[in-house]
């Protein structure tokens, strides 16, 4: 029953759809929609699109604004940072491009039709990856030939190749967060699971009471959650600082002293900071064999080292930070030369055709 609502509103979206595209596409409109909790990548297009002068940019944070329809149908490019499955059922106009930029980098968890073959195909004109090494990857997650998927780099990571004042954004975080001033920053981002169930026990999995006992003096424990964890927990009483809701994660990584996450993502903007990043899996093996599984194992090339229990992670914590080369050798098969032109070259693949027209 759900299946069939679910047909008939796509049905109707795309009717709606054919009567906007009676509109010009205009090549020069850049609409950045965003299917997913934070700008990220699609920040970094509207700031290159915008200093570049040529476009028109247009944001869309929900789809459900009048007017979405006929953005989509109008634009030269459509730019997304997650999957938006109506789009699999509009008949867009072969002079628009679809480009996904996706909300993450390298080539590490099982995503898309790698886990859910059977997902609706999404006609992408343009898949952004970081670099050739994962291209294979983002071809079999979007279930497209890999001439679609362009290694051009990782808008996400273009900001973090921009000069910063790290004192004057630690003074900034001291000033809104007062117990932490002075102490060393340890960041801990797990990513979500499938089985919400799990996603509800995560921080079970993590002793705030043991970390405060060997580290509450010298050291301050910040707590990002995955946005599809957001409101689950209520972190009051444990002594740490939560900052799931915090805008710019990049920010945060800079002025953190370590990074402690599972498989999160995040620790591709941390290799390219060469932060120090730990890797607490406490359900490795449950992950490895029933949810999403790793395109490159985790073991062959992992950022950092892992632990697998809580007292392991402990003494990681404590240990002197031997994992440069390592952080190096991840960083360079997942994110390629991470050298801030990505956002630029993406302008150029996608609308150098179109612009000329």
Known sequence: MKKHVKAIAFRALAALFALCR?????????VLLRHFPVWGALEAMEQALRTDGRFRVVKIADWRRPGTLYHLATAGAVFLNNNFTPLAYLPFSKRTKLVQLW???????????????????????????SCEAVRPYWAEIFALPPARVLPLGSPLLDALTQPCDKSALRAEFDTQYPQCREKRLILYAPTFRDDPAENRALLTHFDFAAFNARFGGEAALLVRLHPQMHGLYDLRGTGAVDLTGAPDPAGLLRICDLLVTDYSSMCFSAVALDLPVVIYAFDEARYM?????????????????IANDFPALLELLAAPDVYAGQRAAFAAFHLGAVDGKSCGRIIEAVFSESMQQ
């Open 22 to 30: 009676v509109f010009p596409v205009r090549p020069n409109k850049a």
């Open 289 to 305: 064999a029933h949810d999403r599984g790793f395109y490159k194992p985790l073991r062959e090339l992992p950022p950092g080292p």
């Open 103 to 129: 909300h993450g980098d390298g080539g590490w968890k099982k995503l898309g039709h790698s886990v859910d073959p059977a997902a609706p195909k999404i006609p992408y004109t343009h898949i952004i990856c």
